[in-house]
Nanobody, 115 residues
Framework: QVQLVESGGGVVHAGESLRLSCSGSGGIFQNNGASWYSQVPGKERELVATISSTGQTSYSDSVKGRFTISRDLAKNMVYLQMNSLKPEDTGTYYC?????????WGQGTQVTVST
C-alpha cells in the first residue's frame, strides 16, 4: 500500500523559509511524478509545484521564483523549499502522486505565515 507522509510545516514570519518533506513508500517516486498542493479552509486544493517522472519542474505563478521542488529517489523523498514566504502562502500542504491506478495523498502539513 502506498503511503505519503509530509513533514516540515510550522509557523514562520513573512520573508522566512521552510522546507517541506514528503516521504513515499514502495519507491513510488521512481517512475511517477509528484506534486505539492495547498489548501485553505473552504477552498479547493491548489497546485503549487510539480516534478515529473523525468525531473522536469513546474510551478504556479504565485510561487514561481520563491519555491523549489526537488526529489531524492535514493531516499524516496520529495521536497518543497519555500523561500520569501508570504501570509498568502498559509495553508495545509499536501504531497500527491498520480499513478496509473490511483491518486495518492499524504495527510498534509500546516504552514502558517504571519505578518
Amino acid at each position: 500500500q502506498v503511503q505519503l507522509v509530509e513533514s516540515g510545516g510550522g509557523v514562520v514570519h513573512a520573508g522566512e523559509s521552510l522546507r517541506l518533506s514528503c516521504s513515499g513508500s514502495g519507491g513510488i517516486f521512481q517512475n511517477n511524478g509528484a506534486s505539492w498542493y495547498s489548501q485553505v479552509p473552504g477552498k479547493e486544493r491548489e497546485l503549487v509545484a510539480t516534478i515529473s517522472s523525468t525531473g522536469q519542474t513546474s510551478y504556479s505563478d504565485s510561487v514561481k521564483g520563491r519555491f523549489t521542488i526537488s526529489r531524492d529517489l535514493a531516499k524516496n523523498m520529495v521536497y518543497l523549499q519555500m523561500n520569501s514566504l508570504k501570509p498568502e502562502d498559509t495553508g495545509t500542504y499536501y504531497c500527491n502522486v498520480a499513478r496509473w491506478d490511483a491518486l495518492y495523498w499524504g495527510q498534509g502539513t500546516q504552514v502558517t505565515v504571519s505578518t
